[in-house]
């Protein structure tokens, strides 16, 4: 297995590439090819050129959530597939995704279902865990079941004209059984890492967790659930923690403190190998 960073809020290395707020990474698995995420405003089609990545040759782009920031490359990326392609997705991805801060806006996908059927999206809905390919999961809805793991009070939606927490129902993961154990994917966990984690090895009935990859969301959260999370995260005896994205710079400094050689910050163009 193998997964390569098409987009993250930085760029690692001095190659041409582009760093935008969002996530994109590209997933080799056992000779199937899918995109995870799409970023934010299209430099994955660039950034996957640059890397010698033909995103053509994907068999599906599965999208872990509808904010913008995952799925505003949608368009440019189907326009450049010039296929139908099926697009695996939880249907609240169209929900209306909002955030309070820095300023009061929508922050959901930034296009109509239609736009994207006509680029050439067919859309497959997930709420229960699917195998995608043997031994690559997408997750479903991820039972939030941890007393520590709160969710992000700044999102909300509206039902009707009232205003509620944004329940994020749609956040989804991947999760890959390799010989070295479980690899779980992030997009911006949403659903709280640990209760993804869990929800993986359940999932799978796989115990032995080998890697995390992706945005935790832990930038914003609490010390009481960052202080938790860590300590999660550090029974499970990780082989790799490649956070990025929503993890925040204090939070990943702070994880590349305690997880040493074990930490890799996941910026574009970084490959991971499993
Ligand atoms: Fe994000
Ligand atoms: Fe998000």
């Not at 799925?71 to 169209?94: C, K, M, N, Q, S």
Request: proline share 5%.
């Amino acid at each position: 297995m193998r997964v390569t960073v098409l987009v993250e809020n930085t760029v690692g290395r001095p190659m041409r590439l582009f760093g935008e707020h969002g996530l994109s990474l590209w997933v080799e698995y056992e000779g199937h090819r899918l995109l995870f995420d799409t970023g934010h405003r299209g430099a994955v089609v660039a950034n996957a050129v640059c890397l010698g990545v033909d995103l053509r040759t994907a068999e599906a782009v599965v999208l872990s959530h509808g904010h913008c920031d995952h799925t505003g490359g949608l368009r440019d990326v189907l326009e450049f597939i010039g296929r139908r392609i099926p697009v695996y997705g939880h249907p609240e991805i169209f929900s209306g995704h909002r955030v309070t801060s820095p300023t009061d806006r929508y922050v959901g996908i930034p296009f109509a279902r239609e736009e994207l059927e006509d680029a050439g999206a067919k859309f497959v809905w997930v709420r229960e865990p699917r195998e995608l390919f043997p031994g690559l999961w997408l997750s479903g809805e991820v039972p939030r079941r941890t007393p520590f793991e709160k969710g992000d009070a700044r999102m909300y939606v509206y039902r009707e004209t009232e205003r509620v927490p944004d329940p994020l129902a749609d956040d989804l993961s991947l999760y890959a059984v390799t010989p070295a154990g479980l690899v779980v994917l992030l997009g911006c966990a949403h659903a709280g890492v640990a209760n993804i984690v869990e929800h993986a090895r359940e999932v799978t009935g796989v115990g032995k967790v080998a890697a995390v990859l992706g945005g935790t969301h832990l930038a914003p959260v609490d010390a009481v659930q960052l202080d938790n999370t860590v300590s999660y995260l550090k029974e499970l005896g990780l082989d790799l923690l490649a956070a990025n994205h929503c993890t925040g710079l204090p939070v990943a400094a702070r994880l590349a403190g305690v997880f040493g050689e074990r930490f890799r910050f996941a910026s574009t163009g970084e490959t991971f190998t499993f």
